[in-house]
């Protein structure tokens, strides 16, 4: 069974504070997608990575796919209250016609 | 449409009652996932399609869960018999090349 676990589980922050955000899993996928979803909202799409050692920016957001394309990390540089939200990194082990493996999700407050 | 539509937004049924739920997905997008995400945020592939036709099922439930995506149609997911267990949000996602998500159907079953 592939597993996605993500941590932190939940990171309250001040505005401005630098964070990470880890997924980590034991499979290879093919690609890794990160996602924000807010309360009573859908998964919002913020990246795909598909190449191992992959870094992707996205303004004050930064995205890395591990070498063997088993773990990412997402970075926020100073973060702002609007960065609150659920992220959650999801693998596909193909290509858009394979399902999903959700990760654990970090619940992140920032706190203006 | 530019985005994946579900309706209804809240369904609230009584245990041992049918629920329906549909999506419209994204045009152009010839794949079409569901999704239940329960407490802690945790989501499970329930079923895909390929245009009309199931591509992964492995994630349905044997009984009371059905699923269809007929041409022309939104796609529906039916749940026979509700249970108690079964209230949850439930995410259709389409797909070309990467899945975006509707805004879910939140099934409570009381």
């Known amino acids: 069974t592939q597993l996605l676990e993500q941590s932190p589980q939940f990171l309250s922050i001040q505005e401005g504070e630098n964070l990470t955000v880890y997924c980590n899993s034991s499979s290879v996928f093919s690609s890794l997608q990160w996602y924000r979803q807010e309360p009573g909202e859908g998964p919002v799409l913020l990246v795909t990575?598909?190449?191992?050692?992959e870094v992707k920016k996205l303004k004050r957001l930064t995205f890395q796919f591990g070498d063997a394309r088993k773990d990412s990390s997402l970075h926020i540089t100073a973060a702002q209250p609007g960065d609150t939200g659920l992220y959650l990194c999801?693998?596909?082990?193909?290509?858009?016609?394979?399902?999903?493996?959700f990760g654990t999700g970090t619940l992140l407050a920032v706190q203006p | 449409g530019e985005e994946v539509a579900q309706t209804p937004k809240h369904l609230v049924r009584g245990e041992g009652q049918k629920a329906k739920l549909y999506c419209a997905p994204i045009?152009?997008?010839?794949?079409v996932f569901w999704y239940q995400q329960v407490l802690k945020n945790e989501f499970k592939f329930l079923i895909s399609?390929?245009?009309?036709?199931?591509?992964?099922e492995t994630g349905m439930p044997k009984e009371r869960f059905s699923a269809k995506c007929l041409p022309n149609s939104p796609c529906s997911l039916e749940i026979q018999a509700t249970k108690l267990e079964d209230s949850a949000v439930y995410f259709c996602a389409s797909s070309y090349t990467e899945a975006f998500f509707g805004q879910g159907t939140r099934l409570t079953v009381v």
């Open positions: 999801a693998g596909a082990a193909g290509g858009a016609t394979n399902k999903l493996i």
């Open positions: 045009k152009g997008h010839s794949y």
């Open positions: 399609f390929q245009n009309e036709n199931v591509f992964d």
């Open positions: 990575v598909v190449t191992g050692g």
